[in-house]
């Protein structure tokens, strides 16, 4: 005859929050951003000081420097870790970097005023551009030339310069503050657009040097970041909370303007979804990073922010690799946060690398067991099973609680007064929906105590008007009262227990008419938002 085995399952409360994000669908976008995992913390200097900009080579394998204190530090695409440091150059604070677009020069402006040109690979200054009276906020190489560039700086002067006669070829005038930021168009290497304190964007072709800017919009702002986007045609700039998309092509329109951000926008960048070649090359996004701490993804296409991040620290700079696999963010604190993207399969390296013959691989010698070793009479446990394996799996040891020992003797009332003396609301609230279902907890509650009576109207009026319990625990304590009402009536201390409650719930009521009266006067405010 069979043995019956009977075990004891723990009762849980079936009242759960309610969100409206946890149904929402996961999208294919977020799943892209979301494989940039565990971000790589680097802090290159031991003082704490900003990270002020980041620039990635365009040569593979994509290194990337940053800029921070009196340092430029050049860290490695293959592994992330630090590759080199340049910091004799430098005399003051180190405040943005540029490749070169064949990737062996950087230029690096500091607060001094200088624009320094360094080779990468020996780390020796090349050039020193002398001009700007205050400090240098912005350098950028053209798409392709080699022998000329572009700076700004707080002096409110953008310069074209001749790189190899360290000669000045022009002033480009017309802010009346810092300027702060700048790029060069990916179509020609004749343009240029800088953006300033001033909240002006000014597009410069320096192909038409004595009609000075050929394109001027007022983003409303302090300009902090402005970007070209691929096509050339339009520009994004940054300033206070938010991003502002122009048509430069349209004569300066305003396309759209995104303000996601709590807290002023201090760096954006463009970064293209997918592998170089692929379906979705021609994919791009705008990456934001702000004082708030979160970095948005922001789909231009479809104007619509498609994934956000949270980090612990206010947020300074933002940069993503040409191959679109790594991401790096810079804090105000130093601190550097590198995210390699982890994708299925190892790509192929090219032949190139190792001399035309490939990568040599050493296979790993294993060490054959014998029963005189520990880890002979160990083997297996850790092998995973295949697809056809049947796999038994040991029963968990389950946790039985005070109260679920005595609803298993079904000692209700005695169940009910454990969860009380628990403290734990879950539990308590379990233990009523199961008394509930069985057809006990009125029967318990009229059994109660005077004492025992004033534990439980102690935890309605704590618990009632939390609104994860609230629509089961009002309901019982409408019941409780009209079941105890002369007990009640009879004893100081109950009746001091009901006006605790009765206030407890006036005071939640006044504060959902207040919540109501606020709703009707935002409602119309976000309809009007989203039609814009």
């Known amino acids: 005859m069979a043995e019956s085995i009977s075990r004891t399952y723990p009762v849980k409360p079936k009242l759960k929050p309610t969100s409206s994000t946890s149904s929402q669908h996961q999208t294919p976008e977020s799943k892209y951003w979301k494989s940039f995992k565990t971000p790589k913390q680097q802090s290159p200097q031991s003082l704490v000081s900003s990270i002020t900009s980041i620039t990635f ?11 921070h204190s009196a340092t430029l530090s050049i860290f490695s695409g293959k592994s992330l870790e630090p590759k080199t440091t340049i910091s004799s150059a430098f ?25 320094h040109v360094l080779d990468v690979m020996s780390r020796v200054e090349l050039r020193r551009l002398r001009g700007h009276t205050r400090a240098v906020r912005v350098v ?36 009346k ?32 040097l004595n009609s000075g800017y050929v394109m001027e919009f007022d983003h409303g702002k302090p300009v902090e970041d402005v970007v070209y986007l691929p096509s050339g045609g339009l520009v994004a700039t940054a300033g206070g909370n938010a991003v502002k998309i122009w048509d430069v092509l349209g004569g300066g329109r305003l396309v759209y303007a995104m303000e996601s951000h709590n807290k002023t926008v201090t760096s954006i960048c463009v970064g293209r979804i997918g592998k170089e070649g692929g379906e979705e090359a021609q994919q791009y996004r705008i990456l934001s990073v702000g004082l708030d701490g979160y970095m948005k993804v922001f789909d231009y296409g479809r104007f619509k922010v498609t994934h956000s991040m949270r980090f612990p620290n206010p947020l300074m700079s933002v940069g993503f690799s040409p191959d679109c696999s790594t991401r790096v963010i810079g804090a105000s604190n130093g601190m550097l946060y590198i ?8 790509e192929s390296m090219e032949l190139g690398d190792f001399g035309g013959f490939g990568p040599v691989v050493e296979e790993p010698q294993t060490r054959v067991l014998r029963p005189s070793y520990f880890r002979y009479f160990q083997r297996g446990q850790s092998e995973k099973p295949s697809e056809w394996d049947y796999l038994i799996k040991k029963p968990k040891k389950i946790k039985v609680t005070e109260h679920d020992k005595l609803l298993k003797k079904f000692m209700h009332k005695e169940a009910l007064l454990a969860a009380l003396n628990g403290k734990n609301p879950e539990n308590v609230v379990a233990v009523m929906e199961e008394l509930v279902a069985r057809k006990k907890l009125l029967r318990c509650v009229s059994n109660l105590e005077i004492e025992e009576l004033g534990l439980l109207l102690k935890f309605l009026q704590r618990y009632s008007t939390m609104p994860r319990f609230s629509r089961f625990l009002m309901g019982l304590t409408k019941k409780v009262v009209e079941m105890r009402a002369e007990d009640i009536k009879a004893s100081d201390e109950l009746r001091g227990d009901i006006r605790n409650l009765k206030r407890d719930v006036e005071e939640e009521i006044r504060l959902q008419l207040t919540l109501q009266q606020i709703q009707g006067i935002v409602s119309p405010l976000l309809k009007i938002a989203a039609r814009r």
Do not use: Q
């Open 57 to 67: 080579s365009p040569i593979s394998p994509h290194d990337f420097a940053a800029t």
């Open 177 to 208: 503050d810092y300027v702060r930021c700048g790029d060069v168009s990916p179509v020609s290497d004749d343009m240029f657009v800088s953006g300033s304190y001033d909240h002006t964007v000014k597009v410069w072709d320096v192909r038409a």
């Open 91 to 115: 005399k003051d604070v180190v405040t943005t970097a540029s490749y070169r677009s064949d990737g062996r020069l950087i230029a690096a402006g500091d607060l001094s005023g200088s624009v």
């Open 140 to 175: 950028n190489y053209p798409r392709i030339d080699k022998l000329h560039l572009f700076s700004g700086a707080d002096d409110g002067v953008v310069k074209y310069w001749d790189v190899t006669t360290e000669e000045k070829i022009c002033d480009l005038l017309g802010h």
């Open 339 to 346: 995210g390699r993207r982890k994708v299925k399969g190892s």
